[in-house]
């Protein structure tokens, strides 16, 4: 079973992975108490069970500037999903894939790549057994191809290596230390100066 949305980030929130402010809403009230607390522009996005690629039936909406779009975008959304809609601040950073499963022969196990949309074409990513200490979780980044985009390649701001390995490394001690997990996913974890999750699907 996927879990949804505040299901899953109980379970990041257990083990300390840090997350970007987030909030489900059902409604107008929800939608406008939610308003309060994030600043515009925002991102909304569909809450399901049932969607796995939010993005592939158009349930992602980012830059939303204004009052009357959010309403608006409020009512698109909930007509495509099963579940609420997340409210989400827009964070800026170099997207990452973080990820863990059950294997039948090697156990727990996480992975580490670039990430984004396009996480299944570039296919960068590295495997290790967890759980990882952080000097493992730094080799693995480390092992990525793409690793120079993560250290100013062509003028881009350099990211924060540390803070992205002690999400690895808790990301390892969660598969390693929560048997009903059969699969995780946190892409994209977007990397500047912190590391934060903004999406996460967990499978039980």
């Keep these: 079973m996927l879990l949804n949305f505040s299901e899953s980030l109980d379970i990041l929130n257990k083990y300390e992975i840090p997350t970007v402010e987030s909030y489900v809403v059902e409604n107008d009230e929800g939608l406008f108490s939610a308003m309060e607390k994030i600043p515009f522009p925002f991102v909304m996005k569909i809450d399901s069970r049932e969607i796995i690629h939010k993005t592939d039936k158009g349930g992602v909406v980012l830059g939303i500037s204004s009052r009357e779009e959010a309403v608006s975008r409020l009512r698109e959304l909930l007509e495509i999903c099963d579940g609420g809609v997340i409210v989400q601040k827009q964070t800026e950073g170099e997207e990452i894939i973080i990820g863990g499963k059950r294997d039948e022969v090697f156990g727990p196990v996480v992975m580490v790549g670039l990430g984004g949309i396009f996480v299944e074409i570039y296919k960068d990513i590295v495997f290790g057994l967890a759980p990882l200490n952080k000097k493992e979780a730094l080799n693995m980044i480390n092992s990525i191809k793409g690793k120079k985009i993560l250290e100013g390649f062509r003028g881009r701001p350099s990211v924060n290596k540390e803070a992205l390995a002690e999400v690895l490394e808790r990301t390892s001690n969660l598969i390693q230390n929560e048997p009903q997990v059969k699969e995780l ?20």
Excluded: F, R
């Design 185 to 204: 996913d946190l892409n994209p974890v977007l990397v500047g100066e912190n590391s934060l999750v903004c999406d996460v699907k967990i499978l039980i």
